[in-house]
């Protein structure tokens, strides 16, 4: 039975809070800004405005459409479910108004876009967010 | 101008396609769809329940029926450069003519040389509701349909000209202008036969303030008609009595017809409250003024969101016209221009089920409560309608 408590214990530890880590949104340190308001992340997510303030046009990243933490950034961010979120990208889309966030497969994935493309920006979590980026906003600011 | 626009923007899409094959990361074209498959049901055997005033058939008679509701839209985006779009949109939906033939939508050049500031020209879209600039996209919204109260007048969705919007941060929200002018390019169709409106010069404002979960949204457009309706044969009546004014008041040619709006939107979490109110204002006595608002309260509970509404449409007589001598021509001229008389208001309960990504399904019972002799704003209306039908609606709604 020895074995099976090192399982026992991860199994706990996935379920948790730490393992739901707060959420960080990170960019480039060429983008050439320190912080973001929840109101400018919400507007440069929801296509509302996407310039930064360094003159920079800001360009949001998503996590893929099924993915856990990308529903949980949008009901951390403005409450919504992805339901809602994909409506009103439909909304926009189809006005010809502007594009949703580009997806990328997984955090790798977009710390290599965010690190390399200035004015890009990503939300990971912040175990993940390394030297290559800078974290410019987090929940609970 | 349309058939030009076509060809461009095709030529555009194949150089977008063979460029996208190569796979030049420059450029890139995205094809999406959208569409909604509608059943609806009006109870009264007397009048037609019809979405808008382009629809020149509707629902009656407790016959369920998807010719209201259903569309298919197809939409390709050509992204050419980082600044420039070119975007095409076709859609099958019930016209005029009662047929579903597919219609050119949109198809313009979008240049966004910055993101503060935005260009389109061809054919755009008409800005007319609250969060977007299409009401076909079923999807996108709540309701099965837009409050009809609200945009059953409003029958033109698209024109060939041009747009420039502005956004700036302000008092920590955004604001955002758009100015737009162009010509109409469509027809709509009553108990006058059809009436094609192309040609008309349309222009207008629209300001938008959002921070935080508020949006408020001041519309004002115009119009001035480059045709007048099918009314000869009452005006040549009314001439060779002289009723010479009492004709003109009829004619719509070069007449101008102005539409003012103020919307609210609140939407925070599960809550969302979206109220507005508009009035329209026209030269011609052939129509009569009207003023319209709607409220929509929902509340999203997990993937199932309920919602109730109330919408109102009513309009005002023109005031002194012109007094015909026969007594006779009087009450016909009387009668026309009493035939664009508008008193409705629905009472709306519904609810939307997210089942799946980019899948929705609705319902909505509708109770529409009439004068009876409201017969503008339905169609085929008998002498026996008394302004009172409920409508039904099941609809599945996908973007693609």
């Known amino acids: 039975m020895r074995f099976l408590l090192p399982w026992f214990i991860a199994c706990l530890l996935l379920l948790s809070p730490a393992a739901h880590a707060e959420?960080?949104?990170?960019?480039s340190p060429q983008s050439g800004i320190e912080r973001l308001t929840q109101d400018e992340v919400v507007n440069i997510y929801l296509?509302?405005?996407?310039?930064?303030?360094?003159?920079?046009?800001?360009?949001?990243?998503?996590?893929?459409?099924d993915s856990e933490v990308r529903a949980r950034f949008y009901r951390r961010l403005v409450g919504k479910s992805l339901a809602e979120i994909n409506a009103y990208w439909a909304r926009l889309v189809f006005s010809g108004k502007t594009k949703p966030p580009q997806a990328v497969a997984n955090a790798e994935g977009l710390l290599r876009i965010v690190a390399t493309q200035p004015g890009t920006l990503?939300?990971?979590?912040?175990s993940q967010a390394d030297a290559r980026v800078k974290i410019v906003f987090e929940f609970g600011d | 101008m349309g058939k030009f626009i076509l060809s461009l923007l095709l030529a555009g899409f194949a150089v977008g396609a063979a460029r996208a094959e190569t796979g030049a990361a420059e450029s890139s074209l995205t094809l999406r769809g959208f569409g909604t498959l509608g059943l609806a049901r009006s109870s009264s055997d007397h009048a037609e329940f019809v979405r808008d005033l382009s629809q020149l058939v509707g629902i009656k008679g407790g016959q369920w029926s998807g010719r209201i509701d259903s569309v298919l839209g197809l939409q390709a985006n050509w992204e050419a450069t980082p600044e420039i779009e070119l975007v095409g949109q076709m859609v099958s939906r019930l016209h005029y003519d009662r047929s579903h033939n597919p219609e050119l939508m949109w198809a313009f050049a979008k240049w966004e040389p910055?993101?503060?500031?935005?260009?389109?020209?061809?054919?755009?879209?008409?800005?007319?509701?609250m969060l977007a600039d299409s009401r076909l996209v079923g999807y996108s919204y709540l309701t099965v349909r837009p409050p009809t109260d609200f945009f059953g007048p409003l029958f033109f969705s698209h024109f060939d000209?041009?747009?420039?919007?502005?956004?700036?941060?302000?008092?920590?929200?955004?604001?955002?202008?758009?100015?737009?002018?162009?010509?109409?390019?469509e027809k709509s169709a009553g108990t006058l036969g059809v009436w094609d409106t192309s040609g008309s010069p349309?222009?207008?404002?629209?300001?938008?303030?959002?921070?935080?979960?508020?949006?408020?949204?001041?519309?004002?457009?115009?119009?001035?008609?480059?045709?007048?309706?099918?009314?000869?044969?009452?005006?040549?009546?009314?001439?060779?009595?002289?009723?010479?004014?009492?004709?003109?008041?009829?004619?719509?040619?070069?007449?101008?017809?102005r539409y003012l709006s103020l919307g609210v939107v609140y939407d925070h979490g599960p809550l969302l409250l979206q109220g507005m109110l508009n009035r329209i204002r026209h030269d011609s006595a052939a129509f009569q003024?009207?003023?319209?608002?709607?409220?929509l309260a929902a509340y999203r509970v997990g993937s199932v969101t309920p919602f109730i509404g109330v919408s109102r449409w009513k309009s005002q007589p023109h005031e002194n016209l012109p007094v015909v001598v026969p007594g006779w021509l009087d009450e016909e001229y009387q009668r026309f221009v009493?035939?664009?008389?508008?008193?409705?208001?629905?009472?709306?309960?519904?609810?939307?089920?997210?089942?799946?990504?980019?899948?929705?399904?609705?319902?909505?019972?509708?109770?529409?409560?009439?004068?009876?002799?409201?017969?503008?704003?339905?169609?085929?209306?008998?002498?026996?309608?008394?302004?009172?039908?409920?409508?039904?609606?099941?609809?599945?709604?996908?973007?693609?």
């Open chain 2, 289 to 295: 003024d009207s003023r319209t608002g709607y409220l």
């Open chain 2, 114 to 129: 910055d993101p503060r500031l935005t260009f389109r020209g061809g054919r755009i879209g008409a800005d007319f509701m």
């Open chain 2, 161 to 185: 000209g041009a747009d420039v919007s502005g956004t700036l941060p302000l008092g920590g929200g955004l604001v955002r202008g758009k100015l737009f002018a162009g010509k109409t390019q």
């Open chain 1, 23 to 27: 959420l960080v949104l990170v960019t």
């Open chain 2, 338 to 400: 009493a035939g664009s008389k508008i008193d409705r208001t629905t009472y709306s309960l519904g609810a939307r089920w997210d089942f799946r990504h980019h899948m929705a399904l609705k319902f909505q019972l509708d109770a529409v409560r009439a004068s009876p002799d409201t017969a503008f704003s339905f169609a085929n209306v008998q002498p026996a309608w008394n302004g009172k039908t409920n409508v039904l609606t099941l609809t599945l709604d996908f973007v693609f």
């Open chain 2, 202 to 257: 349309v222009g207008g404002l629209v300001l938008d303030y959002v921070t935080g979960p508020w949006n408020v949204r001041l519309n004002s457009a115009r119009i001035r008609f480059a045709a007048d309706m099918n009314v000869s044969a009452l005006t040549t009546l009314l001439r060779a009595n002289g009723g010479d004014a009492a004709a003109d008041s009829l004619l719509t040619e070069g007449r101008t017809s």
């Open chain 1, 47 to 65: 296509g509302r405005y996407r310039r930064l303030a360094s003159g920079l046009a800001a360009e949001p990243l998503d996590h893929p459409i």
């Open chain 1, 122 to 126: 990503a939300y990971v979590e912040r």
